[in-house]
């Protein structure tokens, strides 16, 4: 163990095993304790505010998001393997729980809260049980540009919902393009003291963001908004306040079964999201961290993790929760050496709904409007991958457009739903049509060569040498045939030899090693010489099994493309 951190050298044992708290906090070094409440102090500040506004971006009651804040940074420091991670609300999730309340088509205050619970609940649920199947991969359902365009569509629609709170006006529309067309058109009639407030806070907040960044802005906006409100009267000259927040703590409560049957379509779609997006921040999030502290997290434990953390959200009427990056970075900029930050965190929290509560009932919407914009706009739209994304690969750019679109058009839930059929599809039309390169030989060496990559590779007549850049079964097993049939008729009559390179091809199928045998058929019909080189392990035990071997004939299956090749070039061909 080293003066200025945990050791990780040693694996839990016991019940520090399920719960790891047990087995850190035995080797707990007092010197850590004053860095951890700084951080802890540090990350109440961020977490207040935000737990505000994503109350409200949620739909419930602001002090939901306390609830939700307080359960999620103190369970998750019991059950959590990262020392730095900070895991409360979140905008992209509250725009979720959000969507679904509108698919759901509920209202008023009690069903609304009732069905964001459920859906944290079965989120946890869902969480916990991907911990227990070792089921991680279900997040590779959504690819990153999926991701990215689906968070900034999200907050476009986020931010358009709170627009009418800035100029004190109304909006309506059944999609988010005919809310801001609404918007647009209710704007003469804004309330000037409402705008006036809502510019001087959006002002404020993005201000405090680009020109002194480690200001909690949405802290200092709170304070003011609320001095502000009560000094001047707000409330009484128009300008709409959050309303009665009652002080004290949360009550456990299940959602009722009868309730959660009605609307199960919809919680399950939204828990499934939640899962999907929590899980690619709170896994990518835990292991950056730990590699820039040089420990290790145990991904499986993570979502066990969040899965308690939501459990307990759920079970305090919480919104959803999951890892905070921005409150995470300031928990390692402020030097947090454990858990007992997040600990730290969720006492401070706890406080606050105890005594200070009440106070937020001053609070002017526009002022949780103007937090809520800034917090999506900054946390949520990514430009700079927008960018990269059109420069690097412009696919996934349109892939990220068509999320955005489908998010603005159908809504935040269907804009998931729309994402993960996009990544299946994707993902199904890579793997039907893989790279299948013809090669060439560098002069002068034995090295092999994508000829479309380096055109003065050398090829020689008769000699076809393919490479094969996936795994071959169910999906891309007809594209090799195809490539096959389609270069034999456009070769040389005098084709002699094909070499398959199968170095990229690391899984295969009975279908894929049915149409290798249908290939070893073929070409033995025509007197071509087929032969096969680079073949994995795992892949030849396959077609071993399958027969495919001994109808081809061990002597044809070669080590290297060279020594497939080479009597062939040798003896009877000259360059093209």
Do not use: C
């Not at 199947?133 to 540009?145: C, E, H, N």
């Not at 990215?148 to 529309?173: D, N, Q, R, Y």
Request: charged letters at 15%.
């Amino acid at each position: 163990m080293t003066s200025n951190s945990p050791s990780t050298h040693t694996e839990p044992s016991g019940l520090g095993r399920f719960i790891p708290i047990f087995d850190w906090a035995r080797r707990y070094d007092r010197k850590w304790l004053r860095l951890d409440l700084i951080a802890g102090l540090a990350v109440a500040a961020l977490v207040v505010p935000k737990s505000l506004g994503y109350a409200g971006i949620a739909g419930v009651p602001i002090q939901y998001g306390l609830y939700a804040a307080a359960a999620g940074t103190i369970i998750y420091a019991f059950f959590g393997t990262s020392r730095q991670i900070s895991t409360g609300p979140s905008s992209a999730l509250a725009a979720l729980a959000a969507g679904a309340i509108i698919a759901a088509g509920v209202s008023g205050v009690e069903e609304t809260v009732a069905l964001v619970a459920a859906i944290t609940l079965v989120s946890g649920i869902l969480f916990l049980l991907l911990a227990l199947f070792k089921m991680g991969w279900i997040s590779q359902f959504l690819s990153k540009a999926v991701i990215t365009g689906f968070l900034f569509g999200a907050a476009i629609e986020v931010v358009i919902g709170e627009l009418p709170k800035i100029t004190g006006t109304a909006s309506e529309g059944s999609n988010s393009w005919q809310e801001l067309f609404s918007w647009i058109g209710s704007i003469p009639e804004s309330d000037m003291l409402t705008l006036l407030v809502g510019i001087i806070s959006l002002v404020l907040i993005f201000g405090l963001r680009f020109l002194a960044p480690r200001v909690p802005g949405a802290l200092v906006l709170v304070i003011v908004g609320l001095i502000g409100s009560i000094a001047l009267g707000l409330g009484d000259r128009g300008v709409a306040l959050v309303g009665d927040v009652p002080s004290g703590l949360p009550s456990l409560a299940l959602p009722n079964l009868e309730f959660v049957i009605e609307n199960l379509a919809v919680i399950t779609a939204a828990a499934l999201g939640l899962l999907l997006i929590g899980f690619s921040q709170s896994a990518g999030d835990a292991r950056s961290f730990a590699s820039k502290h040089s420990y290790r997290v145990d991904i499986n434990q993570e979502s066990v993790a969040q899965g308690m953390s939501n459990v307990g959200s759920g079970l305090v009427q919480g919104i959803p929760v999951s890892t905070s990056l921005s409150a995470s970075s300031l928990n390692d900029t402020s030097g947090a050496k454990t858990p007992i930050a997040s600990i730290t965190t969720g006492v401070l929290v706890i406080l606050t709904m105890i005594f200070l509560a009440p106070l937020f009932s001053y609070l002017p919407n526009v002022v949780l409007a103007a937090i809520i914009i800034e917090a999506v706009v900054m946390g949520m739209m990514d430009v700079p991958e927008m960018r990269r994304l059109f420069q690097v690969a412009r696919v996934d750019f349109w892939i990220a457009m068509l999320a955005i679109i489908g998010v603005l058009s159908a809504g935040v839930l269907a804009g998931v739903i729309v994402g993960i059929v996009l990544s299946v599809f994707w993902l199904i039309y890579v793997s039907a049509t893989p790279n299948m390169p013809v090669l060439g030989r560098k002069s002068g060496t034995q090295v092999f060569q994508s000829v479309d990559e380096y055109p003065d590779s050398e090829t020689y007549p008769g000699l076809l040498v393919l490479r094969f850049d996936a795994g071959l079964f169910f999906a891309s097993s007809d594209a090799l045939g195809d490539r096959i049939r389609d270069l034999s008729i456009r070769a040389d009559p005098d084709l002699h030899t094909v070499v398959l390179d199968f170095e990229g091809v690391n899984f295969i199928d009975s279908q894929g090693s049915n149409m290798v045998s249908v290939i070893v058929e073929q070409a033995s019909n025509v007197d071509i010489d087929l032969r096969l080189t680079r073949v994995k392990p795992e892949v030849l035990e396959l077609l071993r099994r399958d027969g495919v071997i001994e109808k081809l004939g061990e002597e044809r299956i070669y080590g290297n493309v060279y020594e497939a090749a080479a009597d062939k070039i040798a003896d009877k061909t000259t360059p093209q």
